[in-house]
Structure formats: structure tokens, C-alpha cells
């Protein structure tokens, strides 16, 4: 197991899957795709067909998702 500083249990630190940025003075935001958490500068929002309302929402996908093909 990594050694994971638990000095401030109240907030826990995320790590960005694609950089390994690490961070815990900010919202961690998930892929929709991978559900993995990203930073900001490997996250974009894409529109995307919500399939059950008919309706283009936006989504935060992450770049590996990006350059995935769809499945
Ligand atoms: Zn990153
Ligand atoms: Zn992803």
C-alpha cells in the first residue's frame, strides 16, 4: 500500500488517472465514461445523447476516453 498522508481525514486528496496530479483543495470531477477521476486539464465537456430523454447533455469526459472509439 502506498503511504497515504492521513493528516487531514476531513478532506481526501484525489490523484488525476491520466497525470497523477494529485490535489484536495478542489472538486475531483469523474469521467462519465471511465468514472475515473480527472483534473481539469485532462477533462472536457462533450455533448453527449442522453439516450433515455432524447436530450444533448453536457458531460465531463476524460482524454482517454477522448481517443477511445466507442464500444
Ligand atoms: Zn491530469
Ligand atoms: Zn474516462
Do not use: F, R
Not at 497523477?20 to 477521476?37: G, L, Q, R, W
Amino acid at each position: 500500500m502506498p503511504d497515504m498522508c492521513s493528516d487531514n481525514p476531513e478532506k481526501s486528496p484525489w490523484m488525476c488517472h491520466v497525470c497523477s496530479h494529485t490535489s484536495n483543495d478542489s472538486e475531483p470531477i469523474a469521467c462519465s465514461v471511465c468514472y475515473k477521476v480527472t483534473c481539469a486539464l485532462h477533462l472536457a465537456h462533450k455533448t453527449v445523447l442522453n439516450e433515455e430523454s432524447g436530450l444533448y447533455e453536457l458531460q465531463p469526459i476524460c482524454v482517454e476516453c477522448q481517443i477511445k472509439p466507442h464500444l
